[in-house]
């Protein structure tokens, strides 16, 4: 049964591809040095620039930290709207990709679940939900910002793991994870127009009541 676990959870770590998972001392380099040498250099760039990020994602690998890092890519891309957004919410986006978990956390959670799971965010819910929703669908981790429904939008795809050992996980995404965004229908209001309906329906089956008695 060990055996079976272990081949199950080595199914969930997608590593890069040729090679495994680098076992980086999660102690032994500042977190910025750490993703900018596994393929997140423009994410360790913002990070860096972003005052107290670091200092948090450092703290927390002391106890476990996973990290799910935007590739170069989906970070230049994601530029524009970064720069326009408060140093708050940069902060809050940035620690919206760190979890607080040891390696290999994630990957069993998924399984013991058996479904989506919902886990909190490093940013506290300081933007949005404060939540990410993790699934594993088409043989890759898949991630949304947004509680998990029919509706939710996958956000991200985890395409390797590149750092893995006892305290940091660090998994490359394709792109970047905004806090609290929004599924792609909202029923709220639709909600709100049935529960005042289902009122005056019953406000006319009691004024009828009233009546007929």
């Not at 996958?154 to 995404?173: G, K, P, Q």
């Not at 909202?186 to 009122?199: A, F, N, R």
Request: charged share 15%; hydrophobic share 45%.
């Amino acid at each position: 049964m060990q055996f079976a676990g272990a081949i199950l959870l080595l199914m969930f770590v997608p590593c890069a591809e040729g090679q495994p998972p680098e076992a980086t001392p999660a102690g032994g380099l500042a977190i910025e040095q750490i993703l900018s040498k596994n393929g997140c250099g423009a994410f360790a760039g913002l990070v860096a620039a972003t005052a107290g990020v670091g200092q948090v994602l450092r703290e927390q690998s002391d106890a476990g930290l996973a990290v799910f890092c935007p590739d170069d890519g989906a970070v230049a891309a994601f530029a524009p709207r970064f720069s326009n957004l408060t140093a708050d919410r940069q902060a809050a986006l940035l620690l919206h990709h760190g979890l607080a978990a040891r390696s290999g956390e994630v990957e069993l959670w998924l399984i013991h679940r058996r479904g989506p799971i919902e886990v909190r965010t490093l940013d506290g819910g300081r933007w949005g939900h404060g939540v990410l929703s993790i699934c594993y669908l088409g043989g890759a981790m898949q991630l949304a910002s947004s509680p998990p429904s029919f509706t939710t939008p996958v956000e991200a795809r985890v395409t390797s793991t590149v750092v893995y050992n006892d305290r940091l996980t660090v998994y490359l995404i394709d792109a970047v994870l905004v806090p609290g965004a929004p599924a792609l229908f909202d029923y709220s209001d639709i909600l709100v127009t049935t529960c005042v309906m289902l009122g005056l329906m019953m406000l006319v089956l009691g004024s009828c009541g009233a009546i007929c008695s």
